[in-house]
């Protein structure tokens, strides 16, 4: 009956997820402090910068079309009315010595088809993203970690 309904989201660079490690990265923060990496700690006295951005779109398509759907009776059986998008990109840098060691990049899409049974709750579906963008950072950087790949930053 609730056809209509779907909620999906994708989240990119797909990376092989690392549980925990012990090791971390030490370092003053610049940008967003919200939302980091487990593998990374604020310490404002450390050589080792990171630079963290996100930068969120918000698309809502079928609004225009919202006058015409009050004349569709499929509605009542959860046709859906249109859908709404939310794509965030995050960029995370991390610098030694203001000299650029390594750069991880994110993004997540979180689509959500609103019908006359549900719409989407943006502050979780925000949230819900931000939360996927972090574990997937932090795997980058736990692979780039448990290869050697940052041992200057440790």
């Known amino acids: 009956m609730f056809s209509g309904c779907s909620d999906k989201m994708l989240v990119e660079p797909v990376v092989k997820k690392e549980v925990s490690s012990l090791k971390q990265i030490k370092a003053h923060i610049i940008g967003k402090k919200s939302f980091l990496p487990d593998s990374i700690v604020q310490d404002d006295n450390s050589f080792v910068s990171i630079d963290y951005s996100i930068n969120e779109k918000y698309n809502i398509n079928g609004k225009d079309t919202d006058v015409l759907n009050l004349f569709n009776p499929l509605l009542i059986l959860g046709f859906p009315l249109g859908d709404n998008l939310l794509l965030i990109n995050s960029n995370l840098k991390i610098m030694k010595n203001n000299v650029l060691m ?14 006359i049974f549900g719409n989407p709750d943006f502050t979780s579906m925000r949230n819900e993203c931000l ?4 574990n997937n ?4 950087i736990i692979n780039h970690i448990e290869r050697g790949d940052l041992n200057e930053a440790l």
């Open 137 to 140: 950072l932090n795997s980058q």
């Open 131 to 134: 939360e996927e963008i972090k």
């Open 102 to 115: 390594k750069e991880y990049n994110a993004k997540c899409l979180h689509s959500y088809t609103r019908n």
